[in-house]
């Protein structure tokens, strides 16, 4: 349809459509939305090839915590096809020697028959402290990591831990950027997300107060007013 956005949302570790989902039904009035698969490939230079090819010529992307580590990548192989961007409660760096240890762990706990282990132990850096308490929340994202899987974890986890440093490339960045982030996102600090903002050129930076890391699921209608604002701006 002539004038709408194409859209393409990137999830998160452990994360699927309904990482979007309130925002899928939201925008869907002016956008033809994508949510890209980045369950199948062990590398973020693959997810990012695996999502172009699956993605309209010219695009609008949003990418939440590892999706936002794709989209960095895509910036790097496609900056052309990006109308816009938006980064969600992710960062630019490099995986630190504890996150990996981190990951290193949670893989040793999955490997060993207890992948219904990771959930709960992700969770309390996934949701503000206050929504540990949410059961439904709660249920849709354990329902999440449920589907992607052990597998997909496994493939998620070596891209992630294998990334490269994406700051050299934030100055370059010339398309309409919002950097969206959780005052208490614990996984991926606000400091990440104003670095990323203080970097790229012409981009704003949008704080959601009581907010962890999951913050399209956490405060829905405060991060789909923001999306909006920047399809139509």
């Given at each position: 349809m002539p004038g709408r956005a194409n859209l393409l949302l990137l999830p998160g570790l452990l994360c699927d459509s309904r990482l979007w989902a309130a925002q899928i039904d939201a925008l869907s009035d002016i956008a033809n939305i994508t949510v890209a698969d980045l369950t199948r490939d062990e590398t973020m230079e693959a997810m990012a090839r695996r999502a172009l090819d699956n993605a309209p010529d010219l695009f609008a992307l949003a990418g939440l915590s590892m999706g936002g580590y794709a989209a960095l990548e895509?910036?790097?192989?496609?900056?052309?096809?990006?109308?816009?961007?938006?980064?969600?409660?992710?960062?630019?760096?490099?995986?630190?020697?504890?996150?990996?240890?981190?990951?290193?762990?949670?893989?040793?706990?999955?490997?060993?028959?207890?992948?219904?282990a990771v959930s709960p132990r992700l969770l309390p850096l996934f949701v503000h402290p206050a929504r540990l308490d949410d059961e439904r929340l709660v249920a849709a994202?354990?329902?999440?990591?449920?589907?992607?899987?052990?597998?997909?974890?496994?493939?998620?986890?070596?891209?992630?831990?294998?990334?490269?440093?994406?700051?050299?490339?934030?100055?370059?960045?010339?398309?309409?950027?919002?950097?969206?982030?959780?005052?208490?996102?614990?996984?991926?600090?606000?400091?990440?997300?104003?670095?990323?903002?203080?970097?790229?050129?012409?981009?704003?930076?949008?704080?959601?107060?009581?907010?962890?890391?999951?913050?399209?699921?956490e405060r829905p209608d405060e991060v789909t007013r923001a999306l909006r604002d920047w399809l139509v701006g």
């Amino acid at each position: 349809m002539p004038g709408r956005a194409n859209l393409l949302l990137l999830p998160g570790l452990l994360c699927d459509s309904r990482l979007w989902a309130a925002q899928i039904d939201a925008l869907s009035d002016i956008a033809n939305i994508t949510v890209a698969d980045l369950t199948r490939d062990e590398t973020m230079e693959a997810m990012a090839r695996r999502a172009l090819d699956n993605a309209p010529d010219l695009f609008a992307l949003a990418g939440l915590s590892m999706g936002g580590y794709a989209a960095l990548e895509i910036m790097r192989q496609a900056p052309r096809r990006v109308e816009r961007l938006a980064l969600l409660d992710t960062g630019a760096r490099a995986d630190t020697p504890e996150q990996t240890a981190r990951r290193r762990d949670l893989i040793a706990l999955a490997d060993r028959g207890q992948f219904k282990a990771v959930s709960p132990r992700l969770l309390p850096l996934f949701v503000h402290p206050a929504r540990l308490d949410d059961e439904r929340l709660v249920a849709a994202i354990q329902a999440m990591a449920g589907s992607v899987g052990k597998d997909a974890f496994l493939r998620q986890q070596k891209a992630i831990m294998d990334r490269r440093d994406s700051r050299p490339g934030l100055p370059d960045i010339r398309c309409d950027t919002v950097v969206i982030c959780g005052r208490q996102d614990v996984l991926t600090p606000l400091e990440l997300s104003e670095e990323i903002a203080a970097l790229v050129p012409s981009s704003r930076l949008i704080v959601l107060e009581k907010c962890g890391h999951l913050s399209t699921m956490e405060r829905p209608d405060e991060v789909t007013r923001a999306l909006r604002d920047w399809l139509v701006g």
